[in-house]
């Protein structure tokens, strides 16, 4: 993905990550990312352009609270193919989940749309963690 390719997350672009069990298929839960907002107890913008100038290496969302359904952070990287990256973490009583742990076998997917037609998409099926209190998974 390129950077253009992100949008601009600070000013306009709205970004839903969607997690769905695929055998249904059935959402489990989706976290939206505002543009232009203002996260935390001491507001600061939600939103940060990762680079020189801002945005050319990608864009970095923090809420300290995770007052969206549970988002704590998303960072987006571009790069050549299999090189950009996206990480998300959601966190805290705020996130929107299944109860833990998810039912095995796992088939899960994934996705990360924004409002300028971004689209990112993962497989899971074999998860790090997957207990009462924690999931954690790379993708497939």
Same mark, same amino acid.
């Not at 253009?4 to 600070?10: K, N, R, S, V, W």
């Not at 929107?96 to 997917?109: F, G, M, N, T």
């Not at 749309?113 to 993708?139: D, H, L, Q, W």
């Given at each position: 993905?390129?950077?253009? /390719?992100?949008?601009?997350?600070?000013?306009?672009?709205?970004?839903?990550?969607?997690?769905?069990?695929?055998?249904? @298929?059935?959402?489990?839960?989706?976290?939206?990312?505002? @543009?232009?907002?203002?996260?935390?107890?001491?507001?600061?913008?939600?939103? &940060? =352009?990762?680079?020189? @100038?801002?945005?050319?290496?990608?864009?970095?969302?923090?809420?300290?609270?995770?007052?969206?359904?549970?988002?704590?952070?998303?960072?987006?990287?571009? =790069?050549?193919?299999?090189?950009?990256?996206?990480?998300?973490? =959601?966190? &805290?009583?705020?996130?929107?989940? @299944?109860?833990?742990?998810?039912?095995?076998?796992?088939?899960?997917?994934?996705?990360? &749309?924004?409002?300028?037609?971004?689209? /990112?998409?993962?497989?899971?099926?074999?998860?790090?963690?997957?207990?009462?209190?924690?999931?954690?998974?790379?993708?497939?």
């Amino acid at each position: 993905m390129t950077a253009d /390719a992100l949008g601009e997350p600070t000013s306009t672009t709205r970004y839903a990550l969607c997690v769905y069990e695929t055998s249904g @298929p059935t959402l489990l839960t989706r976290l939206d990312a505002a @543009p232009d907002g203002l996260c935390g107890a001491n507001p600061q913008p939600c939103w &940060k =352009g990762l680079g020189n @100038p801002a945005g050319s290496k990608g864009y970095q969302y923090k809420d300290p609270l995770q007052a969206t359904g549970g988002l704590a952070t998303l960072i987006l990287k571009p =790069g050549d193919a299999g090189r950009s990256r996206i990480t998300v973490t =959601g966190k &805290k009583d705020n996130l929107v989940l @299944p109860p833990l742990p998810l039912a095995e076998p796992l088939a899960l997917r994934a996705q990360l &749309k924004s409002s300028v037609g971004f689209c /990112a998409e993962a497989s899971y099926s074999i998860p790090i963690t997957n207990s009462a209190s924690a999931f954690r998974a790379m993708s497939d």
